[in-house]
């Protein structure tokens, strides 16, 4: 469950050369990073990344912000989609729903991280999965906001974490929120942001550094139910939200380590309209 002390720390940049560090200098200023530039992780293997060419020029405070992603080639559903995320969850609001609860079969996978330069990327061994109403999703990553992308109870909360799952084309197709407030460090995440990768680009998979996502659940698995979309660009729809209703704690030396990392604060898209849709709740189980 817990981390094991380190023996060293893996840094690994992908651009070597003096032409393209000036390149990717002038890159990383803007946060406009190429996602081939960190399609392998350090053992050379393939590693999930999701990231088109499109995503190249997106971002939050700095180049084109989250107001104008839909002008962008390929992400005009950022503008006209009417399913949305993030949104604001109001317990008052939210229907009871007799929803089956998902159940979690988390397994422990290596810590290994990638700055893509919007968040900081788990990228999660295979063989972890969800299963619920009949279908088997696979958590590919998880990842980080700042300050949370969904709100609860008008509480915007100073981390909340992305549990990314695919389905069997690979596809991402049902997204697990977790709110983190400010509190006891978490501890099986204390190696991982001891040492989170700074800069776009570049990875860190601290040695011997394993991690089981179930501790990145809350106790009372009570959560709200929406039907909602990527929150970065393509911001594609159909995908299953599950926010969980009780949040995680971090300390606040462990939030603030994310929140100083460049460019990354804020990396939260704003709330998205409703529009009409039903946000449902189950109480914990
Ligand atoms: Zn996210």
């Known amino acids: 469950m817990f981390d094991v002390a380190p023996k060293g720390i893996n840094h690994m940049s992908f651009f070597r050369t003096a032409s393209v560090?000036?390149?990717?200098?002038?890159?990383?200023?803007s946060v406009c990073l190429a996602s081939s530039a960190f399609a392998q992780d350090l053992r050379g293997t393939p590693a999930p990344v999701f990231l088109t060419s499109e995503d190249a020029h997106w971002g939050y405070s700095q180049t084109v912000s989250p107001e104008r992603w839909g002008e962008l080639p390929g992400n005009a559903i950022?503008?006209?989609?009417?399913?949305q995320s993030p949104i604001a969850l109001v317990t008052s609001m939210a229907e009871r729903g007799h929803h089956e609860a998902p159940n979690f079969n988390y397994r422990t996978s290596r810590v290994r991280m990638t700055n893509n330069g919007h968040t900081v990327q788990f990228t999660y061994d295979a063989g972890s999965t969800i299963q619920v109403d009949g279908n088997t999703y696979h958590l590919a990553q998880f990842h980080f906001h700042t300050p949370s992308e969904h709100t609860k109870d008008g509480v915007?909360?100073?981390?909340?974490v992305h549990l990314v799952h695919t389905d069997a084309n690979g596809t991402p197709a049902l997204v697990v929120g977790v709110l983190i407030k400010e509190g006891f460090v978490h501890p099986a995440l204390f190696t991982a942001f001891r040492n989170l990768p700074k800069h776009a680009g570049e990875h860190s998979q601290p040695i011997g550094a394993v991690i089981n996502a179930s501790s990145l659940l809350p106790l009372n698995r009570a959560f709200f139910k929406y039907a909602g979309s990527l929150t970065t660009?393509?911001?594609t729809e159909g995908l299953q939200w599950y926010v969980m209703k009780n949040p995680i704690e971090m300390s606040d030396s462990q939030i603030?380590?994310?929140q100083r990392l460049p460019y990354l604060n804020p990396n939260n898209r704003p709330l998205q309209p409703l529009n009409g849709r039903v946000v449902s709740t189950k109480h914990g189980f």
Do not use: W
């Open 21 to 29: 560090r000036a390149l990717q200098s002038a890159l990383v200023s």
């Open 78 to 83: 950022c503008a006209a989609g009417l399913d």
């Open 156 to 160: 915007e909360y100073p981390l909340e």
């Open 233 to 235: 660009p393509p911001c």
């Open 256 to 258: 603030a380590s994310f």
